[in-house]
């Protein structure tokens, strides 16, 4: 565990780092924090490469994050935009732990600069994003206010990028169940929602369907224009 001084220094290491020169936007940052982070972000991914349980490699990535957490906020403050593989992979990491806010806020430092993800990962960071906070919502893992507010800010970050059909539709999906209050644990009656709500989450569902007709949100559809046709008054 880094000690308060330590996790100042280090913080402080990122930002003179980044003050120090001009730096090639496309190229890895230079000096002791950057090369610091490397040799612990290598030391945790051996550790995590001889863990065989999701779970368990969770658990470890929650307890390894506290390690970049001062690094990453002297990254963030200096804003110098450099490619920066210690920052792309603990966004990740910041994913798979759930801890939702801090990864929106790294990645939108990333999509403004340009990072890439690391060779493992097989999507780019726009594609991610929508598929990790849309499965979570969907699975129920991201509930309530925080999955309409953290879905919403999802979808406006990767908004003028380009990312598969499927993927946006699977967050239309998102939205429209998260409006709902439902999950792939807990279906809810449309009944007992008002037609605001009601409407919304039909419009979303509605606008998934059209990027996806497999999206699997039919059967919602019909239960919202049921719902809603029901509320009209008679002729």
Same mark, same amino acid.
């Given at each position: 565990?880094?000690?308060l001084?330590?996790?100042?220094?280090?913080k402080?290491?990122?930002?003179?780092?980044?003050?120090?020169?001009?730096?090639?936007?496309?190229?890895a940052?230079?000096?002791?924090?950057?090369e610091?982070?490397q040799?612990?972000?290598?030391?945790?991914l051996?550790?995590?490469?001889n863990?065989?349980?999701v779970?368990?490699k969770?658990?470890?990535?929650?307890?390894?994050?506290?390690?970049?957490?001062?690094?990453?906020?002297?990254?963030?403050?200096?804003?110098?935009?450099?490619?920066?593989?210690?920052l792309?992979?603990v966004?990740?990491?910041?994913?798979?732990?759930?801890?939702?806010a801090?990864a929106?806020?790294?990645?939108? %430092?990333?999509?403004?600069?340009g990072?890439?993800?690391?060779?493992? %990962?097989?999507?780019d960071?726009?594609t991610l994003?929508?598929?990790e906070?849309?499965?979570a919502?969907l699975?129920?893992?991201?509930t309530?206010?925080?999955?309409?507010?953290?879905?919403?800010a999802?979808?406006?970050?990767?908004q003028?990028?380009?990312?598969?059909?499927?993927?946006?539709?699977?967050?239309?999906?998102?939205?429209?169940w998260a409006?709902?209050g439902?999950?792939?644990?807990?279906?809810?009656?449309?009944?007992n929602?008002?037609p605001?709500?009601c409407?919304?989450?039909?419009?979303?569902l509605?606008?998934?369907?059209?990027?996806?007709?497999?999206v699997?949100?039919k059967?919602?559809?019909?239960?919202?224009?049921?719902r809603l046709a029901g509320?009209?008054?008679?002729a």
């Amino acid at each position: 565990m880094q000690t308060l001084a330590q996790r100042h220094r280090l913080k402080m290491l990122a930002l003179q780092q980044a003050a120090a020169a001009p730096q090639d936007a496309h190229g890895a940052p230079q000096g002791s924090a950057y090369e610091l982070m490397q040799a612990q972000l290598h030391e945790h991914l051996r550790t995590l490469k001889n863990i065989h349980s999701v779970e368990k490699k969770i658990e470890a990535k929650r307890a390894m994050l506290a390690d970049f957490e001062p690094y990453l906020d002297g990254v963030l403050q200096a804003n110098s935009g450099a490619q920066d593989v210690v920052l792309s992979t603990v966004l990740v990491w910041h994913i798979d732990v759930g801890n939702w806010a801090r990864a929106l806020q790294l990645a939108r %430092y990333a999509l403004v600069h340009g990072l890439k993800l690391p060779d493992q %990962y097989n999507r780019d960071l726009p594609t991610l994003l929508i598929d990790e906070y849309a499965d979570a919502a969907l699975a129920g893992k991201l509930t309530g206010e925080d999955a309409l507010k953290h879905l919403s800010a999802v979808g406006e970050l990767t908004q003028a990028r380009d990312a598969p059909d499927q993927a946006r539709a699977k967050l239309h999906k998102a939205v429209g169940w998260a409006l709902l209050g439902k999950t792939a644990m807990a279906d809810v009656d449309p009944k007992n929602l008002p037609p605001g709500t009601c409407q919304a989450a039909l419009t979303h569902l509605l606008r998934a369907i059209e990027l996806w007709p497999q999206v699997g949100v039919k059967k919602d559809v019909e239960r919202l224009q049921r719902r809603l046709a029901g509320d009209k008054p008679a002729a």
